[in-house]
């Protein structure tokens, strides 16, 4: 399980021109689920991104986490982070889990952010979405479950 995640100001998603999911200051984790990912994977995945410290504390470090600062998350599927772009010009996504596969650890990967009890905006899994990010720092990470 990989997943892509940009500190923001503000973040929005929409399908068919209708904000369905916002944020303020959080992160936006784009999520992107293989064949072999298990709920373990979905469930240190959670951990960390909720946890990982990539916000300023008094003295300017990252050294504090999207909980620590009271930020919210918004969650994006995102198959194309398992793209093989090593062949050709077309990337290959026979990596990328299948909806039957994905959909369950997407939700269940939610439903972990969620239990840290902070504000959680989803876009939906499959649509044709628009993802307004206001990147900043720009701090970008990628996160695995698997090395």
Same mark, same amino acid.
């Given at each position: 399980?990989?997943? #892509? ?6 973040? /929005?998603? /929409? ?5 369905? @999911? /916002?944020? @303020?200051?959080?992160?936006?984790? &784009? ?5 072999? +990912? ?6 240190? &995945?959670?951990?960390?991104?909720? *946890? ?5 504390? +008094?003295?300017?470090?990252? *050294?504090?986490?999207? #909980?620590? %600062?009271?930020?919210?998350? #918004? ?15 077309? !990337?290959?996504? /026979?990596?990328?889990?299948? !909806?039957?596969?994905? %959909? ?9 952010? *969620?239990?840290? @009890?902070?504000? %959680?905006?989803? =876009? ?10 206001? *990147?900043? =720092? !720009? %701090? ?8």
């Amino acid at each position: 399980m990989r997943a #892509l995640i940009q500190r923001v100001s503000s973040a /929005s998603v /929409s399908i068919d021109e209708h904000v369905v @999911g /916002s944020i @303020g200051k959080g992160i936006v984790i &784009l999520l992107g689920i293989t064949h072999s +990912d298990t709920e373990k994977d979905a469930e240190y &995945l959670a951990e960390k991104c909720a *946890n990982l410290r990539i916000f300023e504390d +008094d003295d300017d470090k990252m *050294n504090l986490s999207t #909980l620590d %600062v009271g930020g919210e998350f #918004l969650v994006i599927s995102q198959f194309t982070l398992y793209g093989d772009t090593r062949k050709g010009r077309r !990337p290959s996504y /026979s990596s990328a889990a299948i !909806p039957e596969e994905a %959909v369950p650890l997407y939700e269940f990967f939610i439903e972990k952010i *969620n239990a840290f @009890g902070a504000k %959680v905006a989803t =876009g939906r899994f499959g649509a044709r979405m628009h993802v307004e990010i206001h *990147n900043q =720092g !720009p %701090v970008t990470l990628m996160v695995e479950s698997k090395t």
